[in-house]
Nanobody, 117 residues
Framework: QVQLVESGGGLSQPGGSLRLSCATS??????????MGWYRQPPGKPRELVAR???????NYAESAKGRFTISRDNAKNTVYLQMNNLKPEDTAVYHC?????????WGQGTQVTVSS
């Protein structure tokens, strides 16, 4: 059974940093060939893309994340990361890890990120 488990969320002041991790397990095919990503769902809003990383480690980011967030992957650990710097209150959301898979892929349960002074 595929599992994606996020960690690293929490409370940050504006301008602060957080690093999210997504540990994965249970893939039939190796983690390294899968595109991975981070999405977020702000309060009262739909889920939106934050960043994605392909199997060759090419990346793409939402405009709101460019220059502040960095997505990376460690294929040896079957883990994907999201380094978030210069956080803003509008970054407050539940952050979900995503993996390429059947249908709309696999999703983690999410980790709460709150940016507030």
């Amino acid at each position: 059974q595929v599992q994606l488990v996020e960690s690293g969320g929490g409370l940050s002041q504006p301008g602060g940093s957080l690093r999210l991790s997504c540990a994965t397990s249970g893939f039939t095919f190796t983690f390294s060939v899968r595109a991975m990503g981070w999405y977020r769902q702000p309060p009262g809003k739909p889920r939106e893309l934050v960043a994605r990383i392909s199997s060759d480690s090419s990346t793409n980011y939402a405009e709101s994340a460019k220059g502040r967030f960095t997505i990376s992957r460690d294929n040896a650990k079957n883990t994907v990361y999201l380094q978030m710097n210069n956080l803003k209150p509008e970054d407050t959301a539940v952050y979900h890890c995503w993996s390429q898979g059947p249908g709309d892929g696999y999703w983690g349960q999410g980790t709460q990120v709150t940016v507030s002074s």
